[in-house]
C-alpha cells in the first residue's frame, strides 16, 4: 500500500524557514517523480514543485523559485521541501504527492498534509 | 502558462442525478488531463487521468471526455459520498496547473 506522511509544518515568522519532509512506503520510491502541491486556506490547489526520480531535473511554480528548493534522499525514501523567506501568503496546507513515471506524469498518490502558518 | 478554467464553480444536484463538469485549457494539451475529487478537510484523490482514463480503484459512475482544449468530467447515479469539490489539473507542461474547483453540493 502506497503511503505518503507529510511532516514539518508549523508556525513560523515572516521571513524564516522550514523544512517539510514526505516519507514514502510502498513502493519504489527512486523511480517516481515527486511533487509539492499546496492549498490555501479556503482556495484551491497550487502546483508548487516536483522532482524527478533521479533528483537530477527539478521544476517550480514562478511564485516560489528562488525561495523554495525541492530535494530528495532516495535511500531514506524521503522527499524535501526546504522554504525560505517566507511570507504570509505561503500559509497553505502543503501536500506531496506521487507521480507515476520517472519524470513526471499525474498525481496518482497524495499524503495527508502538513499545515504551514507564517504569521508574526 | 496554461490557464485552466473549470465551470461551473459551484452546483447544486440531487441523489441519483447525472453531471457534467467542464474544463477548459488555455491552449491545446493533448489529453495531458486530470481529474481529482477533495472532500472537506481530507488530501486530494486522484479520478481520472489522461482525460479518459479511470484510476484504478474509482468507481466506473466517474467518465472524462475531451482533448485538446476541452474537457468534461461526468458523475452518473449521484450518491451522499460524490458530493464534493473537483479539479482539472493539465500535466502537459510545466508549471502545471489546476482549475478553480468545482464545488458540488446536495440540492
Known amino acids: 500500500e502506497v503511503q505518503l506522511v507529510e511532516s514539518g509544518g508549523g508556525l513560523v515568522r515572516p521571513g524564516g524557514s522550514l523544512r517539510l519532509s514526505c516519507a514514502a512506503s510502498g513502493f519504489t520510491f527512486s523511480i517516481y517523480a515527486m511533487s509539492w502541491v499546496r492549498q490555501a486556506p479556503g482556495k484551491g490547489l497550487e502546483w508548487v514543485s516536483r522532482?524527478?526520480?533521479?533528483?537530477?531535473?527539478?521544476y517550480y511554480a514562478d511564485s516560489v523559485k528562488g525561495r523554495f528548493t525541492v530535494s530528495r534522499d532516495n535511500s531514506k525514501n524521503t522527499l524535501y521541501l526546504q522554504m525560505n523567506s517566507l511570507r504570509a501568503e505561503d500559509t497553505a496546507i502543503y501536500y506531496c504527492a506521487k507521480q507515476v513515471k520517472n519524470t513526471g506524469g499525474y498525481d496518482d498518490y497524495w499524503g495527508q498534509g502538513t499545515r504551514v502558518t507564517v504569521s508574526s | 502558462d496554461i490557464q485552466m478554467t473549470q465551470s461551473p464553480s459551484s452546483l447544486s444536484a440531487s441523489v441519483g442525478d447525472r453531471i457534467n463538469i467542464t474544463c477548459r485549457a488555455s491552449?491545446?494539451?493533448?489529453?495531458?488531463l486530470a481529474w481529482f475529487q477533495q472532500k472537506p478537510g481530507k488530501a486530494p484523490k486522484s479520478l481520472i487521468y489522461a482525460a479518459s482514463s479511470l484510476q484504478s480503484g474509482v468507481a466506473s459512475k466517474f467518465s472524462g471526455s475531451g482533448s485538446g482544449t476541452d474537457f468534461t468530467l461526468t458523475i452518473s447515479s449521484l450518491q451522499p459520498e460524490d458530493f464534493a469539490t473537483y479539479y482539472c489539473q493539465q500535466y502537459n507542461s510545466y508549471p502545471i496547473t489546476f482549475g478553480q474547483g468545482t464545488r458540488l453540493e446536495i440540492k
Open positions: 522532482i524527478v526520480g533521479s533528483g537530477g531535473n527539478t
Open positions: 491552449q491545446g494539451i493533448s489529453n495531458y
